[in-house]
């Protein structure tokens, strides 16, 4: 697992009546998830209490990501402040997984199921709750068009302060003349627009035609969300574009890709995520993948507040395992592309039919036909992707990794390598762009990524004169030092003053000091910490154990 420290002072919240925060938390508990608060979820919580959507229904939203931005949030940062995931298996209830089985609670399913805005709920994964008694449903239901499905959320409602409704607050609405409260269980949509997976004529044997189309409605009745192992069901035609991951512990939500790719055939599909899309009820009009992930852990995570503007959007990104409160409009990313970041953080427990190269730090590269649910380098692509995403349309940012010269990921996002570029609409090309670039980093065999040597990087992010913050990240020592001979703490102070000289300079020529973060992944980094003392900013460590 890992465990994330600080060297800044952060304020945790402990709801009454729960357990103990211990100091840090894993990467399991932190590194997979990547945004939330309780102030997100209060927010939120609105429509949850009044059975209204938690997605703007406004018709003049730009693209299908911005309009599940909100739900995607609430969810996150709920299966966050969750104990496990509940599923229901095709192998059955194994001694000790009793806490997971969502069969179980099949009262709870129907009484879902029977609320007039269920929509044909399907439920695909539950999560238990430290202040509740019944979980949080979530299921598959039908888009508002009918055109194609939603994932819609049955529970107990939200307090504008995060809390979970009780009986005794809906009684005193009641009383109180307010909305007249008849259940403490409430159907609130969370995504809506989730795509319907297509027939393809070449993907189908010789004897095969595409089924005549149904009734999605009569589709969703008949779809199984039972997971074999650690997925889901693979998704055939006219089925919802949405399979589910989970972990050998029962913790992982992650959104994949809908089916298994089969190499063999040469016009396979060739869809890598689940996904969304708007149609006119025969033609795609717009498709966006959808990326999510987030890990149980019982709220042990960071609290920022996050301020939320007329927009909806909020003044900055309020953190997650990596990268945390970032409030800057003027901001560069540096990202450690070295093998390294192919270490697995989270393995599934099942075995494939391929073997595949990762690293180790004991063993160095290996290959194994173990299943990896994350990679560090996936786990922070997930992060990326979402901080790409969600921050604000004004924000300009840089994107660069680094590793040894001449090897695949010592590369920069080419928009930004000159000026910082303004990431604009949700759907903008820019925010694509940048996410086909952080996509790009996992793309080859990771002894090509390349060692770790991030000084041209960080100099040519010193030298941009809009830059005011650089967010820096690294799991390993500095193959050589900036004069190319061998590493060692004898350069730790030299290159902290070296870059606090560059600030120095940038000060006497007019343009404001950069301030480095540095987040150090899988080692106690002395030189980072020192780095981000002497540039005004802030260290974080995310250590394996």
């Known amino acids: 697992m890992i465990k994330v420290h600080t060297m800044i002072k952060l304020s945790h919240q402990i709801n009454k009546g729960r357990r103990p925060q211990h100091n840090g938390f894993t990467v399991l508990e932190l590194l997979v998830s990547v945004v ?35 739900g995607l949030r609430l969810m996150r940062s709920e299966i966050e402040r969750s104990m496990n995931v509940l599923v229901s298996r095709t192998e059955g209830v194994q001694d000790g997984e009793e806490d997971t089985d969502l069969n179980q609670y099949s009262d709870i399913i129907n009484d879902c199921k029977a609320l007039p805005q269920a929509a044909g709920f399907n439920p695909v994964f539950g999560i238990n709750m430290v202040e509740l008694d019944d979980p949080v449903i979530y299921g598959v239901g039908l888009s508002r068009d009918g055109r194609g499905y939603a994932l819609l959320r049955c529970g107990s409602a939200l307090n504008m302060d995060g809390t979970y409704r009780s009986a005794e607050d809906n009684e005193a609405d009641n009383n109180a003349g307010n909305e007249q409260v008849e259940s403490d269980i409430f159907i609130s949509r969370i995504l809506d627009d989730i795509g319907t997976i297509p027939c393809k004529e070449s993907d189908l044997s010789e004897d095969e035609q595409c089924p ?10 008949k779809t199984n969300f039972t997971f074999t192992g650690s997925k889901s069901p693979t998704r055939t035609a006219q089925q919802p574009a949405l399979r589910i991951q989970t972990d050998i512990n029962t913790k992982l939500v992650k959104f994949i890709d809908p089916y298994e790719l089969d190499d063999s055939k040469s016009d396979a599909y060739q869809i890598s995520a689940s996904y969304l899309e708007n149609t006119n009820g025969v033609k795609s009009q717009a498709r966006q993948d959808l990326y999510f992930s987030a890990f149980a852990r019982a709220d042990k995570r960071v609290r920022f507040g996050y301020n ?54 004991d063993r160095g590269y290996f290959r194994t036909y173990k299943i990896c649910s994350f990679t560090r380098m996936e786990a922070l692509q997930h ?7 969600n921050l604000p349309d004004y924000t300009k940012i840089g994107l660069a990794s680094f590793s040894t010269s001449g090897n695949r990921n010592n590369k920069t996002w080419e928009d930004s390598r000159d ?31 390349g060692g770790t040597m991030p000084w041209n990087t960080l100099d040519a992010a010193f030298s941009d004169r809009l830059t005011d913050t650089i967010y820096f990240l690294s799991d390993g020592q500095p193959n050589k030092d900036r004069g190319g001979r061998s590493w060692g703490s004898d350069d730790y102070n030299s290159v902290a003053e070296h870059y606090a000289g560059l600030n120095a300079a940038r000060l006497e020529d007019g343009d404001k000091s950069i301030k480095l973060n540095s987040t150090s992944v899988g080692l106690d980094s002395e030189w980072m910490q020192i780095l981000s003392s002497q540039t005004s900013g802030e260290y974080i460590k995310v250590d394996d154990v």
Request: positive net charge.
């Open 419 to 449: 000026n910082l570029v303004e990431l604009g609409p949700s759907n903008s090309e820019a925010r694509q762009s940048a996410i086909r670039f952080v996509n790009s980093l996992s793309s080859s065999d990771p002894t090509k990524w």
């Open 212 to 221: 005549e189309r149904q009734p999605l409605s009569s589709i969703l009745s």
């Open 383 to 389: 992060e990326m992707i979402d901080i790409i995403s």
């Open 36 to 70: 939330a608060g309780t102030l997100i979820i209060g927010a939120a919580s609105t429509g949850l209490r009044t059975t209204q959507t938690l997605i703007s229904e406004s018709h003049g939203k730009a693209s299908l990501r911005q309009n599940t931005t909100n």
């Open 308 to 361: 939320a503007t007329d927009s909806g959007k909020g003044n900055g990104y309020p953190g997650g395992a990596f990268f945390q409160n970032i409030t800057s409009n003027h901001l560069r990313f540096i990202l450690d592309g070295s093998g390294s970041m192919s270490a697995c953080v989270a393995w599934s427990g099942e075995y494939g039919n391929r073997r595949r190269r990762f690293y180790d730090p």
